[in-house]
């Protein structure tokens, strides 16, 4: 039983895996989509949007055949508990990326406009947050979780930035307001596919540490505290 409660957690590893991956890749074409004003690019996104909506589901009931197949302890409960939160965060990236795409393609219906604000440098910023929080997971490194709560200050400021920017050019500027929205509501998804990349970050923390790191709580406190558990091994599928 216990050799197939095993078998059991890599599998879902590899499923969450999979759907990160997924993820990661619509965000990329969002923004590449934006980039160039590119509508294949977002037709790929909305297509791919299915294929994310099969793997949530698909990784919510291995999460919940595990749970009942065994009553796990500790760092394994954990696991499987953060995969659970991790996969609704990942599935609504994909839901802003969704947004992203639909948005530049209400944007290539109008004409071309030179705007203050580098959507393409908020956006870079944000793929390498939702890479790097893939990464934590990965890599079972509360580290590299940490990293990403850092970044995500930097988004909030872009963000913060190009909405003022936005603003003051609808303000000065009666005919370009369309195109200045659409890119305020981009930036808006970005910062939103940031705030679930830190999601995702957090629950890495918690896995690996046992530690909650929501609303600014101090990680190494609570590892302190926090009962010495050592992680499965990479043979074990966590």
Not at 117 to 140: K, P, W
Request: aromatic share 4%; charged share 30%.
């Amino acid at each position: 039983m216990r050799t197939r409660f095993q078998q059991g957690l890599d599998d879902l590893r590899q499923k969450l895996l999979r759907m990160g991956g997924l993820a990661e890749q619509a965000v990329d074409r969002a923004r590449q989509a934006y980039i160039d004003r590119d509508l294949a690019r977002c037709q790929m996104v909305l297509e791919g949007e299915s294929l994310i909506n099969t793997a949530e589901r698909e990784i919510d009931e291995a999460a919940f055949d595990l749970l009942a197949m065994q009553q796990p302890m500790a760092v394994d409960l954990r696991f499987i508990l953060a995969v659970t939160k991790i996969n609704s965060d990942l599935e609504r990236v994909g839901d802003q990326a969704v947004n992203i795409a639909e948005r530049v393609m209400d944007m290539v219906e109008l004409p071309a406009a030179d705007l203050p604000v580098d959507i393409a440098r908020m956006g870079a910023a944000v793929s390498a947050m939702v890479r790097r929080a893939l990464e934590a997971f990965i890599e079972g490194k509360a580290e590299l979780g940490q990293a990403v709560l850092e970044m995500d200050n930097v988004v909030d400021r872009m963000k913060d930035d190009a909405f003022i920017q936005l603003v003051k050019t609808m303000n000065q500027r009666p005919d370009v307001v369309r195109q200045a929205l659409d890119a305020l509501l981009v930036a808006r998804n970005l910062e939103r596919v940031a705030d679930h990349a830190t999601n995702i970050a957090e629950d890495v923390i918690f896995w690996v540490q046992g530690a909650d790191v929501r609303h600014n709580v101090n990680a190494e406190e609570q590892s302190e505290h926090a009962p010495t558990q050592e992680l499965p091994t990479r043979a074990s599928g966590v």
